[in-house]
């Protein structure tokens, strides 16, 4: 796990314990929960905090209040969802820090549970506010980071915080997600098919040099295929594209040429004359014609693109292969990901991107069928360009003793991506 301390390396008995757990999920008009998925992915960390017998004290954000505080992005409705998932009671503070808070944490006993109000109500959480850090620092004994998706914020909660405590430690989420996609991808068995959908190129750039050097085979699907097609002059009709990222894209297919890969791209498409779900639309191939635009890779290309991932060994999926929300246009992306499980179930790793991957590959039925599925879009990106995440480099390095020799914890850099 990159060298860094895990919560399952500690005795947190008796202890209070901050953990940073990302509850940034969707309410209805009504103020419920309308998916749970981020919640369940915290709930091994806090059962197992449970277990040992500590004081769990949860901080999340949720929105973007920008340091004001807004009725409708309170984390009540959060902690009733938490407490009927851990069918005990969580303790909702209408408060990030100040002296009510300090109380109510000191008057929790072994075995509650403490949700604080939404960080990013406190301005000083999004600046990276020494002050607010030390506050929420005399919330606890230990720290833990649980909250993946907010790693790549250099936030008061997630970079500064931690080197406040004397054992800031990954949770078994943020474990799981470094060990897939870093310690999985980088020990990658091949073929590596890597499968990229999504909107923009401009998005992927790094992460599609960054992995280069490692895939074998690269299936280009979503829009970002015709900024793609487009520097190989093939028609694109009015499909969506990056005019300033064409060159990159020829420039990408030749980088992957002289390394090896192969760079499959549609071969046809279905196509629509307007952006909706309601309109006309029909397969063409191989280009597309003026006045259409391409919604989605076309039935040869999912069926050309799911016999490549059949025999791979190691797959990273980021990206639907077209606009999968519309259902005209998710035949693509339901046939790629029933493939990338398929592969799984026959012993391939199958790695899948937070974000718009995880929705694709939740509405296509097959998230539970992966080996892992990111809780993290934009930390996932960032990580797989080989960047060092602020929230992971925060955390403390494993040593023989767990502490450094002057008694508080290492503290590196390493915590980049695949490299």
């Given at each position: 796990m990159l060298g860094k301390l895990s919560v399952a390396d500690l005795d947190c008995g008796g202890k209070r314990v901050f953990v940073r757990v990302d509850f940034n999920v969707p309410l209805d008009e009504d103020k419920n929960v309308t998916d749970d998925r981020r919640i369940r992915a915290a709930l091994p960390t806090i059962r197992l905090l449970l277990e040992q017998g500590a004081i769990v004290v949860l901080a999340s954000h949720l929105g973007r209040p920008k340091g004001q505080i807004v009725e409708g992005l309170r984390l009540t409705p959060v902690a009733a969802r938490l407490s009927q998932l851990l069918d005990r009671p969580v303790t909702a503070l209408d408060a990030v820090v100040g002296e009510s808070v300090e109380a109510a944490v000191a008057a929790a006993s072994p075995g509650e549970v403490v949700l604080l109000e939404n960080l990013r109500f406190e301005p000083g959480e999004e600046k990276g506010d020494a002050d607010f850090a030390a506050a929420l620092a005399r919330l606890c004994d230990v720290y833990v980071n649980d909250a993946f998706g907010a790693a790549h914020r250099a936030h008061a909660s997630v970079s500064v915080l931690p080197s406040l405590v004397e054992n800031a430690a990954a949770g078994l989420l943020m474990a799981a997600e470094l060990q897939h996609l870093g310690g999985s991808l980088q020990n990658a068995g091949h073929p590596f098919v890597l499968v990229f959908g999504g909107a923009k190129v401009s998005d992927k750039v790094p992460v599609l040099r960054n992995l280069l050097s490692q895939v074998d085979v690269a299936l280009i699907g979503g829009a970002m295929a015709y900024t793609f097609m487009a520097s190989k002059g093939e028609d694109v009709g009015s499909s969506r594209i990056e005019p300033d990222f064409v060159a990159t894209a020829g420039q990408i297919l030749a980088e992957a040429q002289e390394r090896g890969v192969r760079v499959l791209l549609p071969e046809d498409h279905v196509v629509a004359a307007e952006f909706s779900e309601d309109a006309e639309n029909h397969v063409s191939a191989p280009g597309i014609p003026a006045g259409q635009m391409g919604l989605d890779i076309g039935p040869g290309t999912a069926g050309r693109y799911a016999a490549e991932i059949a025999q791979a060994k190691t797959i990273l999926w980021n990206g639907p292969m077209g606009v999968f929300e519309m259902p005209p246009f998710a035949s693509g992306t339901r046939?790629?990901?029933?493939?990338?499980?398929?592969?799984?179930?026959?012993?391939?790793?199958?790695?899948?991107?937070?974000?718009?991957?995880?929705?694709?590959?939740?509405?296509?039925?097959?998230?539970?069928q992966m080996t892992h599925v990111s809780t993290g879009g934009g930390a996932a990106l960032e990580f797989l360009e080989g960047n060092v995440l602020p929230g992971v480099a925060a955390l403390s390095d494993v040593s023989d003793t767990g502490t450094s020799d002057t008694g508080t914890p290492d503290r590196g850099a390493s915590a980049g991506g695949v490299a």
């Amino acid at each position: 796990m990159l060298g860094k301390l895990s919560v399952a390396d500690l005795d947190c008995g008796g202890k209070r314990v901050f953990v940073r757990v990302d509850f940034n999920v969707p309410l209805d008009e009504d103020k419920n929960v309308t998916d749970d998925r981020r919640i369940r992915a915290a709930l091994p960390t806090i059962r197992l905090l449970l277990e040992q017998g500590a004081i769990v004290v949860l901080a999340s954000h949720l929105g973007r209040p920008k340091g004001q505080i807004v009725e409708g992005l309170r984390l009540t409705p959060v902690a009733a969802r938490l407490s009927q998932l851990l069918d005990r009671p969580v303790t909702a503070l209408d408060a990030v820090v100040g002296e009510s808070v300090e109380a109510a944490v000191a008057a929790a006993s072994p075995g509650e549970v403490v949700l604080l109000e939404n960080l990013r109500f406190e301005p000083g959480e999004e600046k990276g506010d020494a002050d607010f850090a030390a506050a929420l620092a005399r919330l606890c004994d230990v720290y833990v980071n649980d909250a993946f998706g907010a790693a790549h914020r250099a936030h008061a909660s997630v970079s500064v915080l931690p080197s406040l405590v004397e054992n800031a430690a990954a949770g078994l989420l943020m474990a799981a997600e470094l060990q897939h996609l870093g310690g999985s991808l980088q020990n990658a068995g091949h073929p590596f098919v890597l499968v990229f959908g999504g909107a923009k190129v401009s998005d992927k750039v790094p992460v599609l040099r960054n992995l280069l050097s490692q895939v074998d085979v690269a299936l280009i699907g979503g829009a970002m295929a015709y900024t793609f097609m487009a520097s190989k002059g093939e028609d694109v009709g009015s499909s969506r594209i990056e005019p300033d990222f064409v060159a990159t894209a020829g420039q990408i297919l030749a980088e992957a040429q002289e390394r090896g890969v192969r760079v499959l791209l549609p071969e046809d498409h279905v196509v629509a004359a307007e952006f909706s779900e309601d309109a006309e639309n029909h397969v063409s191939a191989p280009g597309i014609p003026a006045g259409q635009m391409g919604l989605d890779i076309g039935p040869g290309t999912a069926g050309r693109y799911a016999a490549e991932i059949a025999q791979a060994k190691t797959i990273l999926w980021n990206g639907p292969m077209g606009v999968f929300e519309m259902p005209p246009f998710a035949s693509g992306t339901r046939v790629v990901g029933q493939a990338i499980a398929d592969a799984t179930g026959k012993g391939a790793t199958s790695v899948v991107g937070g974000g718009d991957t995880a929705a694709a590959a939740q509405l296509a039925g097959v998230a539970s069928q992966m080996t892992h599925v990111s809780t993290g879009g934009g930390a996932a990106l960032e990580f797989l360009e080989g960047n060092v995440l602020p929230g992971v480099a925060a955390l403390s390095d494993v040593s023989d003793t767990g502490t450094s020799d002057t008694g508080t914890p290492d503290r590196g850099a390493s915590a980049g991506g695949v490299a």
